[in-house]
């Protein structure tokens, strides 16, 4: 999925069977708005269907607000597509960007500017509508197609991104979770007689030092395989000041 395909083709013309031999893998979904969509030339929809389609994207037609929503990666990256500039209209532009910017998280604005006069147009107009740097981030491209595949590119980028954080947070999770069973069984198997096999039970059965120190005798039988001998040097460990405070000889 990194390296994308790039360029149209029809892929039923290629492989006739296409059609029923589509990977069961999806990179993402893309939601395409519907007005944006009868907007456009149909050889440029047949050109972003095929270029999905070929990197494993499906493709929805639905009124939403931007022109595009991807979902990759638990993330949802929006984006502003305008292919053809107006350089005698250009308010409507960043406007809406401005009002869209302020209800998603990720919104790109990709313009469409094949002419220098059209580029300083928009340089001039970005000034002067006060935009914020990178709120949103604008993408400047020489030809629609390039700018599709920028935006595929920048969907998936970010859901890469996204994936990678919640492994690496889900990773750190982990090991805070080792470390505290870890703490918690070092502490238990401090009390005379308790062994590792009763401190993962009482882990299992209560789960935290509060709860054990807090658990009855008949709790402790009830809910762990513990001995009634150990279950009492548990709680006495927990209770009586003499018990935990007199020195061990083991």
């Known amino acids: 999925m990194a390296n994308f395909k790039s360029g149209y083709a029809d892929p039923v013309l290629e492989n006739p069977c296409s059609k029923v031999t589509k990977s069961s893998v999806s990179a993402g979904v893309c939601m395409m708005n519907t007005i944006w969509r009868d907007q456009q030339h149909p050889s440029f929809i047949n050109f972003i269907s095929s270029f999905l389609a070929a990197n494993s994207f499906r493709l929805n037609f639905v009124p939403i607000a931007p022109d595009f929503i991807f979902n990759c990666g638990g993330l949802s990256v929006a984006f502003i597509f305008v292919t053809k500039w107006d350089c005698g209209n250009v308010e409507t532009i960043f406007s809406r960007a401005k009002k869209l910017n302020a209800q998603f998280a990720h919104l790109y604005v990709t313009l469409n500017l094949p002419t220098r006069d059209q580029n300083d147009s928009f340089l001039c ?70 062994d590792n096999h009763d401190a993962n039970a009482l882990n299992q059965a209560i789960g935290s030092i509060e709860g054990i120190a807090k658990a009855s005798k008949e709790y402790i039988l009830e809910t762990t395989d513990l001995s009634a001998d150990n279950a009492e040097t548990i709680v006495r460990f927990f209770r009586d000041s003499k018990f935990y405070l007199c020195p061990k000889i083991i």
């Open 125 to 194: 107009s970005y000034f002067k509508y006060e935009m914020q740097l990178g709120r949103p981030t604008f993408v400047p491209v020489q030809d629609i197609e390039m700018g599709f595949e920028k935006i595929v590119k920048i969907a998936h980028s970010c859901g890469v991104s996204k994936q990678q954080e919640v492994k690496t947070k889900l990773k750190a999770e982990r090991n805070q979770s080792v470390q505290q069973l870890e703490n918690f069984i070092r502490v238990v198997t401090s009390i005379p007689g308790i």
